[in-house]
């Protein structure tokens, strides 16, 4: 009987942890617009359905990140992602990834805008150097892949 109360108290810890030590800052976290600090030190200021991030607001990240835009589910869905080193994400976002369609601004000047898959240039895209020079063509895994246009 022991061991079923000390298992029980594990389950319901590991899959109810995030929402015990949430902290809802202000506002309406359950269902509305209010601000969530949550045990990883990300805080989102938006929208909320279901306790969930869900609609317009930001997410800042411990590590310097900042997500401006659209939630799904609690999942980046469309927005900016900004990065400590001034690069940025702008456009889709599947299952929270960067994913689809987007630009990419790089902290060297280059501008990638085109498909994304895993976070990386991949399909049709064009690249902008910062001397105004471009590749026009395919990519795969962050790389030129096949015939391209200068």
């Known amino acids: 009987m022991r061991i079923m109360r000390i298992l029980s108290v594990i389950i319901i ?71 400590p080193d001034k690069a940025s994400y702008t456009g889709e976002f599947k299952n929270g990834n960067m994913e689809g369609k987007a630009v990419m601004k790089y902290p060297d000047g280059k501008v990638y805008d085109g498909q994304f898959v895993n976070g990386k240039p991949n399909g049709h895209g064009i690249m902008r150097l910062k001397d105004g020079s471009k590749h026009e063509g395919q990519w795969k895994e962050g790389k030129p892949h096949g015939q391209g246009k200068m």
């Open 13 to 83: 810890s590991v899959f109810c942890g995030a929402y015990v030590y949430s902290q809802c800052l202000g506002g309406d976290c359950a269902n509305g617009k209010g601000k969530m600090k949550y045990p990883d030190g990300k805080v989102w200021d938006g929208q909320f359905v279901k306790g969930l991030p869900d609609g317009k607001g930001i997410m800042t990240m411990p590590d310097g990140r900042k997500f401006d835009g659209i939630m799904k589910g609690g999942k980046m869905f469309n927005g900016t992602l900004s990065f």
